[in-house]
């Protein structure tokens, strides 16, 4: 089964209300990546995270990687319609050559 | 450039044929990879390939099959076609798994 949990796996907000994802792996990962999937697309590549302790931000969406670099987080504040999509993250496991994906959190918001 | 290229977009089998699905990138990337996207399940890898020559299993390999000749080409190939093989495939590339992956635009496949 899948080493790379990811909760919740719906979300509906209401625009202007904040959104979180968080994934969670069985074992350390040597870098966690992010990845937005709007509807009848195909996955795009957001941000990656590498050091443990880490936060990126990018404008309105605020990445963190754990201190145990087993987890992370993705949050949005004050959501948008454009912010609607899939929301995946990914490590890579196996020594670091199998990226495997979390099975996403989708996110749709009402104006 | 044109990126990953995945060819068909959508696909309709009978139970038992086979076919392959194509994928080419021209970033001369070494890491590919092919995942199938079913509802309530993201992204499950099924091969990947880190070089011209080496393929390994993903999650779910049972009933695919994939070569790497060229560094350019990873196709999959499925052996013979199941109902539960119903899925849109995405072939991705980079030049490692612990990088950016790039993603092709899918193909569609339905197996009744």
């Known amino acids: 089964g899948q080493q790379v949990m990811q909760i919740p796996q719906y979300q509906h907000v209401q625009e202007g209300e904040d959104f979180t994802t968080y994934c969670n792996s069985s074992?350390?990962?040597?870098?966690i990546q992010w990845y937005k999937q709007r509807p009848g697309g195909h996955p795009v590549f957001l941000i990656q995270l590498v050091k443990s302790g880490e936060v990126k931000k990018q404008k309105r969406l605020t990445f963190q990687f754990g201190e145990a670099k087993k987890n992370s987080s993705l949050h949005i504040t004050a959501t948008q319609t454009t912010d609607v999509g899939t929301y995946f993250c990914?490590?890579?496991?196996?020594?670091?050559?199998?990226?495997?994906f979390g099975a996403g959190t989708i996110l749709r918001v009402k104006s | 450039n044109a990126g990953v290229t995945q060819t068909p977009k959508f696909q309709v089998l009978k139970t038992g044929q086979s076919m392959t699905l194509q994928c080419a990138q021209d970033?001369?990337?070494?890491?590919m990879s092919w995942y199938r996207q079913d509802p309530g399940m993201g992204l499950r890898l099924i091969h990947y390939s880190v070089g011209a020559g080496i393929t390994d299993q993903g999650e779910v390999p049972n009933g695919y099959n994939v070569s790497r000749s060229t560094t350019e080409d990873f196709p999959l190939r499925l052996l013979s076609a199941a109902p539960s093989q119903t899925s849109v495939y995405f072939c991705?590339?980079?030049?490692?798994?612990?990088?950016?992956?790039?993603f092709g635009p899918g193909t569609r496949l339905t197996v009744t």
């Open positions: 074992t350390t990962l040597s870098n």
């Open positions: 990914a490590g890579p496991l196996r020594y670091g050559n199998k990226l495997v």
């Open positions: 970033m001369n990337h070494e890491y």
């Open positions: 991705a590339s980079s030049y490692s798994s612990l990088r950016e992956q790039y």
